[in-house]
């Protein structure tokens, strides 16, 4: 028994020297501090807008889907809605499962501080990391920032390293998550690609319209279910008895509404060239067959299909060589890619799978640098360029079917090139207005062609699978759709990576104590989407850049694929309580599916280890930042009440 009571003393006594502080239970305090906490967690919003939201569309934008100026419209309307319809109901799970809050209960005004501190850290990180182009985990910035806190404030027992809810698993997720999505994003861009994209042309667009209901059900199933896990709080721990009936009925529905309006559509203008709008989709059977005109394809997707019919493969390479070099303007190149409008396109022809007319890897010696004089058996032959670096003619302007280069007719867009790191400015003109001035200085994304190809990459595009134009257009509206729920999920998830820190700074402000849950006013929410759009206005096409073309080559199957992988592995690992930033998914996605090409110098490894490298530093440089500044704000000397500081006034004798 002796034992016993001398333990029950001991806790006894440690128990008996925690003092609460006076302040505890005084609303209204300290004024200055949430001025200071209001400005941070701007900038961290504002560096989640920049560097996690224009992650979700650098897919979209380096494959010509949308623009970088309908990115940011797009992406500011869903992240809007998303932190207002559904980030409502934020906790503090991600403090609680890092430090131990508790031990702050008696001093509830150094918690508030040391989350302000914490949108400090994370913010001005994710900022730097920004503007050296390095896509990281915004959740992981405030996480290492936690854990600074909970150091500085109490040694290494203030944070809990355990892998079940705390430090290691997050660690366990820099490795576990992006291989996953790798993986997935594989294996369905690999399905898509013999399934659709691998036979000839006509073969492959027959197959991919046939297709078109199977990937709404698989698409809009997964972004259901993404959004019921990851995007809705409330949906979290919904039972599997009730989510799959949901996602399996919302999946079979926009399959049927495919097949009644996207279907019948899509073989009017990809088959049988009608020249439909998008928005005729929805009234296509009222429309009379050739009443608004048919589009005529190149003459080299003519001479293709000539070629293709004859089975002459030197011919069909002839005819791509002669139209390389007979397209030289002198103006400033305006690239193409895979999936632009049909009129006047520029192509690369791809043979059916497996013949070796097109296969990347052979060429003439000094045409494309690292690839072999020959292949075994085949006469030496030039490696193919990805479409997107074939010229057109002087004066001939082709945009993306949302119109991404009509800005090249206007003379708004400067071509951007250069290396993958550091800030790539719009070029100012003498004779530009004060307004454009402007722009380029505040906004220079708007003002930059964001998914330009740049020439140092081209060899890795070389190496890079390239599909039938007409067949990569069908993927844009699939993958437009993703983006978008993808952007109202991480909006309604993503923004408590800078609210909750506020929003307990709030919490202690109005109410002097500490509570299990902090929930966030309305208004502090538009505060927070606010500050998310700003940045990703402003900041946002640094991390485009550097995740569109830079790591592989994009196009909208590919994109279509990594988004799915992406989401459908978060999804997972959100149901299974494991701690994952979507940033890694997609990255790791984007590696796998450039890995689909059949070789590994398709993907930029240097990049890659850059953006791996940026995800180990996160959490350490984050946590360094804030621990610092906060221990040297709680321990600081403080002035005495009643000798006049911060009111304006000197109260002694002059």
């Known amino acids: 028994m002796l034992p016993y009571a001398v333990m029950f003393a001991t806790l006894s006594m440690a128990t008996a020297l925690l003092v609460d502080s006076p302040e505890r ?14 400005g941070w967690a701007f900038l961290d919003a504002y560096t989640i807008g920049a560097n996690d939201v224009a992650n979700s569309f650098a897919n979209a934008v380096g494959s010509r889907t949308i623009t970088h100026r309908q990115a940011c419209m797009i992406a500011c309307v869903g992240e809007f809605l998303g932190v207002m319809v559904l980030g409502k109901t934020v906790t503090d799970a991600v403090r609680k499962k890092m430090i131990q809050v508790d031990w702050f209960e008696q001093d509830p005004y150094v ?4 989350m302000s501190c914490v949108n400090l850290g994370s913010g001005l990180w994710v900022l730097v990391a920004t503007i ?15 854990l600074g806190i909970g150091i500085a404030a109490w040694g290494t027992g203030g944070v809990k390293w355990e892998y079940d809810g705390g430090f290691l698993g997050v660690v366990a997720s820099w490795f576990i998550s992006p291989v996953m999505a790798a993986v997935l994003g594989a294996v369905i861009y690999l399905s898509v690609k013999f399934l659709v994209l691998a036979h000839p042309d006509e ?13 709404f059900f698989i698409s809009f199933g997964i972004v259901t279910g993404f959004m019921l896990l990851k995007g809705a709080p409330a949906a979290k721990d919904m039972k599997y008895e009730v989510s799959i009936p949901i996602v399996m009925g919302i999946g079979v529905g926009f399959a049927l509404l495919s097949l009644i309006f996207v279907v019948p559509w ?10 439909l709008p998008w928005y005729t989709m929805f009234y296509h059977w009222s429309i009379p067959k050739g009443s608004m005109g048919y589009y005529e394809e190149s003459s080299l997707a003519g001479a293709h299909d000539a070629a293709g019919k004859s089975g002459d493969e030197e011919l069909k390479n002839k005819g791509v060589e002669t139209q390389l070099q007979s397209q030289m303007p002198a103006a400033a190149p305006v690239p193409f890619y895979p999936g632009q409008p049909y009129p006047g396109q520029q192509y690369m022809p791809q043979p059916g799978y497996g013949q070796p007319g097109m296969v990347p890897g052979y060429g003439q010696p000094g045409m494309v640098p690292g690839y072999p004089d020959q292949m075994p058996g085949h006469p030496p032959m030039q490696a193919p360029m990805p479409a997107q670096y074939v010229q057109a003619p002087a004066g001939q302007i082709n945009g993306s079917a949302f119109g991404a280069q009509m800005a090249y007719a206007q003379g708004e867009i ?3 090139t250069g290396a993958a790191f550091g800030f790539e400015e719009a070029r100012i003109l003498p004779d530009d207005p004060w307004y454009t ?8 994304g708007f003002y930059m062609d964001i998914g330009a190809l740049d020439p140092a990459d081209a060899v890795m595009h070389a190496r890079a699978f390239q599909a039938y134009p007409k067949t990569e257009e069908m993927f844009k509206m699939l993958q437009l759709t993703t983006c978008l729920f993808f952007s109202i999920s991480h909006g309604a998830n993503d923004i408590a990576n800078a609210l909750a820190p506020l929003a307990t700074v709030w919490l202690v402000y109005s109410k002097g104590t500490l509570a299990s849950k902090a929930p966030i006013p309305y208004w502090l929410l538009a505060y927070g989407a606010f500050a998310l759009d700003v940045g990703l206005v402003l900041s946002g096409h640094h991390i485009m850049k550097a995740l569109g073309n830079k790591l592989t080559l994009q196009s909208p199957s590919r994109g279509f694929c990594i988004e799915l992988g992406a989401m459908f592995t978060v999804m997972v690992f959100s149901r299974a309580g494991v701690p994952v930033s979507t940033t890694h998914c997609m990255t790791g996605a984007t590696t796998g599916v450039g890995l689909c090409n059949g070789d590994v110098n398709a993907v930029n490894w240097k990049l890659l280890a850059v953006i791996f490298g940026g995800w180990f530093v996160t959490c350490p440089a984050a946590g360094l930042v804030t621990g610092m500044v906060f221990w040297g704000l709680a321990s600081s000397p403080k002035p005495m009440a009643g000798n006049g500081f911060f009111t304006g006034h000197y109260l002694g004798d002059d």
């Open 437 to 444: 001035k402007v722009g380029k200085t505040v906004a220079p």
């Open 266 to 275: 899509t073989r009017r203008t990809a088959q049988d060239n009608e020249n």
């Open 414 to 416: 400067q071509p951007v």
């Open 111 to 114: 918690l508030a501080l040391g």
């Open 203 to 215: 073969l492959a667009l027959k197959r991919g319209i046939m297709l078109l209901p199977f990937y």
């Open 25 to 38: 239970g005084v609303p209204w305090l300290y004024k200055g501090m949430v001025v200071w906490a209001f």
């Open 132 to 146: 050296f182009t390095m896509p990281v985990s915004t959740t992981h910035a405030v996480v290492g920032s936690i």
